[in-house]
């Protein structure tokens, strides 16, 4: 994990690539607990064996949980010593390029795009790309924006 001392110092990487995560597993128990948690019960998530004769030839995961994970993931990359929080601001830009099939592992490499003053404090702008162990094609690719509260 790379440690920034404030914000500051956190400007000073604008345009790097700040790192990658851990792997995280996506396995069925928490395809199936995203689904419950948001109702979106599509048999492409939930049902092994229809699924397996569908277009994946397994469940595969929600977009959304994909998404979901970048806290866990990215908290795993970096974080700024000095701030009292860091609260979600939104996206500007999320796309998902190809499918994370059950009991895939994926991890999320975070570039640093932009620091700018806000009235709450510093609008930090990462651009968040999870990749699926074993594909070259990203899973996820999120430009993700975040208050840094002092």
Not at 4 to 22: I, N, Q, R, W
Not at 32 to 40: E, I, S, V, W
Not at 95 to 123: C, H, I, Q, W, Y
């Amino acid at each position: 994990m790379k440690l920034f001392d404030g914000v500051p110092d956190l400007e000073k990487a604008v345009g790097t690539h700040l790192g990658y995560s851990d792997w995280h597993t996506i396995d069925q128990a928490q395809i199936g607990a995203f689904a419950t948690a948001t109702g979106d019960h599509q048999w492409i998530h939930i049902d092994p064996e229809q699924a397996a004769k569908g277009p994946f030839g397994a469940t595969i995961a929600h977009g959304f949980l994909v998404l979901s994970l970048l806290p866990i993931l990215c908290w795993q990359v970096y974080d700024v010593v000095g701030v009292t929080m860091s609260i979600n601001y939104g996206a500007d830009k999320v796309r998902f390029p190809s499918p994370v099939p059950v009991d895939s592992r994926v991890r999320a490499g975070v570039e640093l795009m932009a620091v700018s003053p806000n009235s709450t404090g510093s609008k930090v702008s990462t651009r968040v790309t999870i990749e699926r162990e074993g594909s070259d094609k990203p899973v996820c690719v999120a430009d993700m924006l975040s208050i840094m509260v002092p």
